[in-house]
């Protein structure tokens, strides 16, 4: 049973629109989320993460928004450039029985931009 | 910084060989990672260490898998004997003390056939 889940496995967008990437979670033990972004044969990289105890987090053009209640979060990035087409993760951490470096991870958003 | 190091970036093997993965983490990082990302899959804890124990090898499939990471800085990852669902990246990952925002290397791509 996958834990996260990225429903959309790939989204295309102009350049200097807005992209939403969703996320949603099943186990209301995680209390931290992030958001990782991976190039072709490159490791993923760390974009912006999320405490459970807020709602936003925002950095530059990038904003986490949290929803508890729906156990769902979203990625905007606002405006897209063309550099940021790569494949998106969501990612959970918590104290669920799991150690709390684990992250569990959804299966990754292809974002293209298109100029 | 540096950032984590791995080695080798691509592997061919045939099944039932064994293979080994090299993993050099950010300097003064405590906690290291094996991850597995299989295609189209995102990637999936396989051993956790703290300094040089073991904090969680749950998902280690320990009757072809081993790992250790001795002075409690570079680690090794090892399958004996490889199977062709091994087939994946093998992402090493570190962070500076038990928390959640990991650090990953850019990964070795092994392929079993």
């Known amino acids: 049973d996958q834990q996260v889940k990225q429903n959309s496995p790939s989204l295309s967008v102009q350049e200097g629109r807005i992209s939403i990437l969703n996320c949603d979670y099943t186990n209301s033990m995680f209390d931290y989320f992030l958001w990782y972004k991976k190039y072709p044969a490159e490791g993923p990289t760390f974009l912006i993460s999320i405490s459970s105890i807020k709602d936003k987090n925002e950095d530059g053009r990038f904003t986490v928004f949290l929803n508890k209640s729906a156990k769902h979060l979203s990625l905007h990035i606002v405006p897209s450039q063309p550099g940021d087409s790569a494949v998106y993760f969501c990612?959970?951490?918590?104290?669920?029985?799991?150690?709390?470096?684990?992250?569990?991870f959804g299966k990754g958003t292809k974002l293209s931009v298109k100029p | 910084e540096a950032g984590v190091a791995q080695s080798p970036r691509y592997k061919i093997i045939e099944k039932r060989q064994s293979v080994a993965f090299w993993c050099n983490p950010i300097s003064g990082h405590a906690t290291l990672y094996w991850y597995q990302q299989i295609l189209g899959q995102g990637p999936k804890l396989l051993i956790q260490?703290?300094?040089?124990?073991?904090?969680?090898d749950s998902q280690l499939p320990k009757d072809r898998f081993s790992a250790e990471r001795l002075k409690g800085v570079d680690s090794t990852l090892k399958i004996q004997p490889a199977k062709l669902e091994d087939s994946a990246v093998y992402l090493c990952?570190?962070?500076?003390?038990?928390?959640?925002?990991?650090?990953f290397g850019s990964g070795t791509r092994l392929t079993v056939v």
């Open positions: 990952a570190s962070s500076s003390h038990e928390g959640v925002i990991v650090t």
């Open positions: 260490f703290q300094n040089n124990g073991v904090v969680d």
């Open positions: 990612a959970a951490s918590g104290d669920y029985g799991g150690s709390q470096g684990n992250l569990i």
